[in-house]
């Protein structure tokens, strides 16, 4: 969704933004949004008897919205004086955001004021839209974005949050009819193992619905995300590195492959992820190419069917089968 109109971002300044502790951004002047933000210039949001589900990002506040994200996903919208389609980002962002009834916050952060964020979501061109959800950084899109796009980027983030146990809400003042439903009960029990990190437990929970119920496409959503989160969960930012390069130096290497496929969806980079298993299964016959293909297929569940990315993934999967 980037666009030829969105510019690249200015050098960040020399100390990054850790997501993870405290951020020191005193020496930083904050600037007003543009009007599209719907936020004042002190950064308090124009609602009244309501939750704060539209803020501007300052460095009182940055820290607090990375903790929030733990209760629900906070959409950070990176915007810029300099680019014409930051206003018109916000005001999208805005508006759809409002409409999720408190499932989602939106932060406005102008790079201007405060490059660290740039740097630290690796930002190229503004505007930018990135998710945090647990403290960790989820990429949504650059540029433009209608708000039907805007939409299907946030169901798949809401069910994303999902998997990873954030299923709050700030929706005080926000219509019964928005309410989510109870989930039901073999799908908390998964939630609920996901949230104290038991992939295996939320596996076999979502197994047990997939057999009472094999049209549960939730269900298999969902167990398609947990088992990746298991094979995941026990490398390291080295071990993760090392697979790359293995990658890299050896294309038919399948448990490389694999796992860097694994890696490029979960981080956010889908097209890499898929990609990467289509080239594989193009040039490979036999049991190997049929593992790829398996795991492939349970990567188009973690994306979700509708998906752009994995319709063009498909194509391109039936081209090299056939």
Same mark, same amino acid.
């Not at 971002?9 to 100390?15: G, Q």
């Given at each position: 969704m980037s666009s030829p109109a969105s510019r690249p971002?200015?050098?960040?300044?020399?100390?990054p933004l850790n997501l993870r502790g405290a951020?020191?951004?005193?020496?930083?002047?904050?600037?007003?949004?543009?009007?599209?933000a719907g936020t004042s210039a002190e950064g308090a949001p124009q609602r009244t008897?309501? #939750?704060?589900?539209?803020?501007?990002?300052?460095?009182?506040?940055?820290?607090?919205l990375v903790e929030l994200s733990a209760q629900v996903p906070?959409?950070?919208?990176?915007?810029?004086?300099?680019?014409?389609?930051?206003?018109?980002?916000?005001?999208?962002?805005?508006?759809?955001?409002?409409s999720?009834?408190?499932?989602?916050?939106?932060?406005?952060?102008?790079?201007?004021?405060f490059p660290q964020l740039a740097q630290a979501?690796?930002?190229?061109?503004?505007?930018?839209?990135?998710?945090?959800?647990?403290?960790? #950084?989820?990429?949504?899109?650059?540029?433009?974005?209608?708000?039907?796009?805007?939409?299907?980027?946030?169901?798949?983030?809401?069910k994303v949050a999902a998997a990873n146990g954030v299923t709050g809400s700030l929706g005080a003042g926000a219509p019964d009819d928005d309410a989510p439903a109870p989930l039901p009960p073999l799908h908390q029990a998964a939630f609920d193992a996901i949230e104290i990190g038991d992939y295996q437990a939320a596996a076999d929970a979502y197994r047990q619905a997939l057999n009472e119920m094999p049209s549960d496409?939730?269900?298999?959503?969902?167990?398609?995300?947990?088992?990746?989160?298991?094979?995941?969960?026990?490398?390291?930012?080295?071990?993760?590195?090392?697979?790359?390069?293995?990658?890299a130096n050896e294309p038919d290497n399948l448990e490389a492959q694999l796992l860097v496929a694994?890696?490029?969806?979960?981080g956010g980079h889908v097209e890499d992820g898929l990609n990467r298993l289509v080239s594989f299964i193009g040039r490979n016959f036999g049991p190997e190419r049929e593992t790829a293909r398996v795991r492939l297929l349970e990567l188009f569940d973690v994306v979700g069917a509708s998906d752009e990315r994995v319709a063009k993934a498909r194509q391109a999967l039936a081209r090299v089968l056939f």
């Open positions: 971002v200015p050098p960040a300044a020399a100390n951020v020191d951004l005193s020496s930083l002047k904050q600037r007003p949004a543009p009007s599209g008897g309501a #939750p704060e589900l539209k803020v501007n990002v300052t460095e009182g506040n940055f820290q607090q906070v959409v950070f919208a990176l915007w810029a004086s300099y680019s014409p389609e930051s206003a018109t980002m916000l005001d999208v962002l805005g508006r759809v955001v409002e999720y009834g408190g499932r989602l916050v939106l932060g406005a952060a102008d790079i201007d004021a979501f690796q930002v190229q061109a503004v505007p930018t839209a990135v998710a945090v959800l647990k403290g960790q #950084p989820v990429p949504l899109f650059q540029g433009g974005a209608d708000e039907q796009q805007v939409r299907s980027l946030f169901d798949e983030l809401l496409h939730e269900a298999k959503a969902g167990l398609a995300q947990v088992e990746l989160m298991a094979r995941l969960q026990p490398l390291s930012a080295q071990d993760s590195e090392a697979m790359r390069a293995l990658a694994d890696l490029d969806v979960a």
